[in-house]
Nanobody, 125 residues
C-alpha cells in the first residue's frame, strides 16, 4: 500500500514554469513505476508522463513532449514533473499514480494501482 500526495500546483502565465511534486509513503515506492495524468473540466483523465522504478526510462504524451520532464528521487520517495513553456491548454488537475507491475511504462489509467488527490494547475493567457 502506498499513499501519494501532490503539491506544487498553482496559477501561472502562459510561457511560465511549475514543478509538481508527488510524495509517497511506504517502503515500496522505489519498486513502483510512477506516472502523471491530468484532467481538464469536462474531459477524460489523460496520460502525461511516466517513469520506470529506476528512473532509466520515461515516456511522454505528444502534447507535452519537449516541455515537461518527469524525474524521481527514490531516496526521498518523491516523483517530480517539471513543466516549462506552459500553455492555457495545460490547465487541469494533475494526478500522480503508482504502478506495481515491474518492467513496463504504463500509459493507461487502468494500469495504475494507487492515486493521489490531485493538484490544480491553471495557465492564464
Amino acid at each position: 500500500q502506498v499513499q501519494l500526495v501532490e503539491s506544487g500546483g498553482g496559477l501561472v502565465q502562459a510561457g511560465g514554469s511549475l514543478r509538481l511534486s508527488c510524495a509517497a509513503s511506504g517502503r515500496t515506492f522505489s519498486t513502483y513505476a510512477m506516472g502523471w495524468f491530468r484532467q481538464a473540466p469536462g474531459k477524460e483523465r489523460e496520460f502525461v508522463a511516466a517513469i520506470t522504478w529506476n528512473g532509466i526510462s520515461t515516456r511522454y504524451a505528444d502534447s507535452v513532449k519537449g516541455r515537461f520532464t518527469i524525474s524521481r528521487d527514490n531516496a526521498k520517495n518523491t516523483v517530480y514533473l517539471q513543466m516549462n513553456s506552459l500553455k492555457p491548454e495545460d490547465t487541469a488537475v494533475y494526478y500522480c499514480a503508482a504502478d506495481r507491475t515491474r518492467g513496463r511504462i504504463a500509459t493507461m489509467r487502468v494500469e495504475y494501482d494507487y492515486w493521489g488527490q490531485g493538484t490544480q494547475v491553471t495557465v492564464s493567457s
